[in-house]
């Protein structure tokens, strides 16, 4: 989960925008990750950390051990623009973090990982980019830090118009780079869906080109059913969509899902996909039910980061 400040999502990066207090509210939904035996990755931005009675919620959540394992895993999500020491100048461009100067990308993710290690009194090992704003950088910087896990890659989609990174070459199954292969890239879950669409993305390239998504046939291909691009989360996805990417990516070998989203949507009017209360009640039905059905009808089953460097050990080059 991007466990985060509230903000205005389209009123710009505001270094002043500092409230957590929907953190408070986030004892519902956790009650339903762990009714389905889920630990829930909580990636906290700085001023989550900072907030005595935020680290507090959260600090409840990581020493509730059971039979299903830890209440929860904390982990770091680097929003440079609150995130000292701030250097840089606020911008659209310097909102992702793989944008900033290596040096100043290493001292911020060094400040978070130390400000979580006080507070906690655990060293991080997964991190978050904000905005899934990774660079040519971080995966340097995060394997001197001692991470092991990075979660930022987010298949599918292109965030080069807005100054961030390109990742419509990422697939959705783990991975490993050769310079650092000490650190496990988990992609969120994302990926074109539809009679069109085979192996994550639709067939053939040209659905991709601009000229096709910014012609008339765009929309008709997406009316048609033929294309969709679903991320799995309750936040602007339906049960329907998210089962529909679930049973694709099955069928097509996936062994890894990353249920994805962001800690203001449990409070209206912080996020743009929970406007109301009925829209909360909404999200909370939505991965209520979505991790009963994966649990279930897909059998599944909930892991934590560690189980992941099993599962994808380090090995030696042929």
Not at 124 to 153: E, Q
Not at 169 to 177: G, Q
Request: glycine share 8%.
């Amino acid at each position: 989960m991007h466990t985060e400040e509230e903000f205005d999502w389209a009123g710009g990066f505001d270094p002043n925008a500092r409230s957590v207090r929907h953190v408070r509210a986030l004892y519902r939904l956790h009650g339903i990750f762990r009714a389905h035996g889920v630990s829930p990755i909580y990636a906290v931005s700085y001023p989550v950390v900072a907030d005595d009675e935020a680290a507090e919620v959260l600090r409840g959540f990581l020493n509730e051990d059971s039979k299903s394992g830890p209440g929860a895993v904390v982990a770091a999500h680097l929003h440079p623009w609150v995130c000292p020491p701030i250097e840089e100048e606020i911008s659209s461009q310097n909102s992702y973090p793989g944008n900033l100067p290596p040096e100043l990308e290493r001292r911020k993710i060094e400040t978070l990982t130390a400000a979580i290690h006080r507070r906690f009194g655990k060293k991080p090992t997964v991190y978050l980019s904000g905005r899934y704003g990774s660079g040519p950088n971080t995966v340097a910087i995060l394997a001197r830090a001692g991470y092991r896990v990075d979660l930022s890659p987010s298949p599918t989609y292109d965030y080069r118009g807005d100054g961030g990174p390109d990742f419509r070459e990422v697939r959705c199954t783990p991975f490993r780079t050769p310079t650092f292969p000490e650190v496990l890239r988990v992609p969120h879950t994302s990926a074109y869906v539809g009679w069109a669409c085979r192996n994550e993305r639709p067939v053939l390239d040209m659905l991709l080109n601009r000229r096709v998504r910014e012609s008339i046939l765009w929309p008709l291909l997406v009316r048609s059913g033929a294309v969709r691009r679903i991320r799995l989360s309750p936040e602007g996805f339906d049960l329907k969509h998210q089962l529909a990417l679930t049973r694709s990516l099955i069928a097509e070998g996936l062994g890894v899902f990353v249920l994805s989203l962001h800690s203001p949507s449990v409070v209206p009017g912080n996020t743009v996909y929970t406007r109301t209360e009925a829209e909360v009640d909404e999200l909370h039905r939505r991965v209520d039910v979505f991790l009963g059905m994966f649990m279930n009808e897909f059998a599944g089953e909930a892991i934590l980061p560690h189980q992941l460097l099993e599962d994808f050990p380090v090995r030696e080059s042929a």
